[in-house]
């Protein structure tokens, strides 16, 4: 009787328990957030500002900018960055501080930024400030940023 309570309990249980699988390793996650963030800020300094903020961004991305300004989707993020004041400018970056979650999929990165840009007289301005940038991994195993 005993047998038959427990063999179909065990079975149950032995069922429903899934294998564990292994968590990617930390620091090659960490590696390729550094890769992505190096790759974003040479694209932006070669390429242009908007080319590089749309080609890293994910499709639902979203930038906050000046007075609470939320930028939403990769086409629109483009369609700001392509404004003359952008044509002109350049921005630097490099992440202080990476963090990966334990699963791989997401990520955030924090650290100095410097933009500079000239104007029609040539008078040329300089900004620096903080940034923080969050990645999602996508289905096709790129990083691309969600928030920033």
């Known amino acids: 009787m005993l047998k038959q309570i427990?063999?179909?309990?065990?079975?149950?249980?032995?069922?429903?328990?899934?294998?564990?699988?292994?968590?990617?390793?930390?620091?090659?996650?960490?590696?390729?957030?550094?890769d992505a963030e190096a790759a974003f800020a040479k694209m932006a300094a070669d390429k242009g500002i908007a080319e590089a903020f749309y080609t890293f961004a994910a499709e639902d991305a979203v930038i906050k900018r000046q007075n609470d300004t939320l930028i939403m989707g990769r086409a629109a993020i483009r369609q700001y960055y392509n404004a003359p004041?952008?044509?002109?400018?350049?921005?630097?970056?490099?992440?202080?501080?990476?963090?990966?979650?334990?699963?791989?999929?997401?990520?955030?990165?924090?650290?100095?930024?410097?933009w500079s840009s000239q104007d029609s007289t040539g008078k040329v301005s300089k900004t620096s400030g903080v940034f923080h940038t969050v990645w999602q991994r996508q289905a096709d195993g790129k990083w691309k940023y969600v928030w920033d």
């Open 6 to 34: 427990f063999l179909p309990i065990f079975l149950l249980l032995f069922l429903a328990c899934e294998p564990q699988k292994e968590l990617p390793d930390p620091a090659k996650l960490k590696q390729e957030i550094v």
């Open 85 to 114: 004041f952008y044509q002109s400018a350049k921005v630097e970056w490099k992440p202080d501080f990476i963090e990966v979650s334990t699963h791989g999929d997401l990520a955030y990165t924090y650290g100095k930024f410097a």
